[in-house]
């Protein structure tokens, strides 16, 4: 496994680090989210340059994508216990604040992603931009969200969430930065059901690992491919309702 690179010092996030203990490369949420992405970039893509992930936590994202599209994603994060438990084996791993602005990163990468990040940040727009200085002229931003904020619940607050987003709310965002909206969509429509039980049962719970465990770990291997197949029944892009957004920005 590749060694992880100090630019900076790691610091305490607002993320659970119980979290990274239950996702894993073949949790139905975890592969559902990348098939989003796969479909809101479109047939035929190819990254153009260098590509990054920022939050990369334990490479999730990182290793899916250099298999599907054949290169490497330079992972920066400042949680080393995340880091330390990768599962993208010999991948790029950065110990680095992006608000540093290092100089020789300035407009790198061709395409960014940058996955259920920002709703762990009270300033969300100081946080894009500073994400936004490393994102080369016309490359691509791919951002993940929870979205509505009527299902905000323990889990939530376990994880560390300071917000869940409309899918509106997502695209507004990425306008105010400059930025035009290539592809969007709400997805997991059919875990809305899930995620309301979700919110009641857990508002009798306390302690952070249980929240995380209870919240997001299904409750054994079938389940976990009963609710996949279940969730691949969506039809995507979609307007609608869904448990999480995501949004394909291009930087102008």
Known sequence: MAEIIYYSEGKKV?????????ATLDHFWVKRRFEILKKLL???????????????????????????YGVPVDGYELNEFALSQSVAKDQPRYIYDIYERREALKGKYGVMIMFDVIEHI?????????????????????????????????YDR???HVRRYSLSQLTNLGKTMGLEVKAGSYWGLPLLPLLAIRKF???????????INQGFKPPGMLANKLLFSL???????QRLLGTS???VFKKT
Do not use: T
């Open 14 to 22: 607002s993320m659970a680090d119980s979290w990274f203990e239950v």
């Open 42 to 68: 479109g047939q035929g893509f190819r990254p153009a340059g260098p590509v990054a992930e920022v939050g990369c936590g334990h490479g999730l994202v990182q290793a899916r994508f250099c298999e599907v």
């Open 122 to 154: 009270e300033d969300e727009k100081g946080f894009l931009d500073a994400v936004l200085f490393h994102l080369a002229p016309g490359g691509l931003l791919a951002v993940n969200v929870p979205a509505l904020q009527c299902l905000f619940s323990n």
């Open 158 to 160: 376990a994880a560390g």
């Open 201 to 211: 049962l857990l508002s009798f719970q306390s302690g952070e690992k249980e929240v």
């Open 231 to 237: 969730c691949a029944l969506e039809p995507i892009p």
């Open 245 to 247: 957004a995501m949004c």
